[in-house]
């Protein structure tokens, strides 16, 4: 698997399936996202997003409310037909959108996920060796059930080689990473 297998075809089919899950039809407060050909939906709790308000927060806070920072919104990823939205994107500075208006997973410097109790294991699976293989430097899955953060770092091929799991309550120091900032767990709530 390369990261070339994102390319021009799978992005159609991507389109394809996206189209067939007529927004309109979802109910309030949820997302869908694509992950390895299958669909997953995911209600947004208030824990899910107290906690991606924070990081938010703290990514504000470093790189100014200007900076290329998404949430929930759909960027497609190397690998067997993934478009996922994550619960948080940072993207380098001078990033611009593709030309349908898409930002490009090339540009994604930082990706937090918050776990789901339907969808986590695609946080940890799947997902994961896509950012890997996406070459993302930087990504946090904050788990509200476990208390705690895995933060995976340095990848290469197509899986990372650092794997930090941080306590809720102690601070994350990414000051070696681009996000260069030590992001605060202590208010990061539990489910």
């Known amino acids: 698997m390369t990261i070339e297998r994102a390319g021009t075809a799978e992005r159609s089919e991507l389109d394809y399936l996206f189209e067939r899950l007529d927004p309109t039809h979802l109910p309030e407060g ?7 050909g299958a669909a997953f939906m995911a209600q947004q709790r208030d824990v899910q997003w107290q906690t991606v308000r924070r990081i938010v927060r703290a990514l504000d806070d470093r790189f100014g409310m200007d900076a290329p920072v998404t949430s929930d919104v759909r960027i497609d990823f190397p690998g067997e037909l993934n478009g996922f939205a994550p619960d948080v994107a940072k993207f380098a500075d001078d990033a611009e959108k593709d030309e349908r208006g898409r930002w490009r997973y ?9 776990i789901s109790r339907g969808t986590g294991p695609n946080d940890y699976g799947p997902k994961r060796r896509a950012y890997a293989l996406a070459e993302v430097p930087v990504y946090l899955i904050a788990d509200p059930y476990l208390g705690r953060c895995r933060v995976f770092t340095d990848p290469q091929d197509g899986d990372y080689k650092s794997d930090l799991t941080v306590t809720y309550g102690m601070p994350i120091d990414l000051t070696h990473t ?7 767990t202590e208010e990061f709530p539990r489910d």
Not at 106 to 114: M, T, W
Not at 178 to 184: F, K, N, P, R, Y
């Open 30 to 36: 949820y997302k869908v996202e694509i992950v390895e």
């Open 106 to 114: 090339q540009d994604v410097e930082f990706v937090a996920e918050v």
């Open 178 to 184: 681009v996000v260069g900032l030590t992001l605060s």
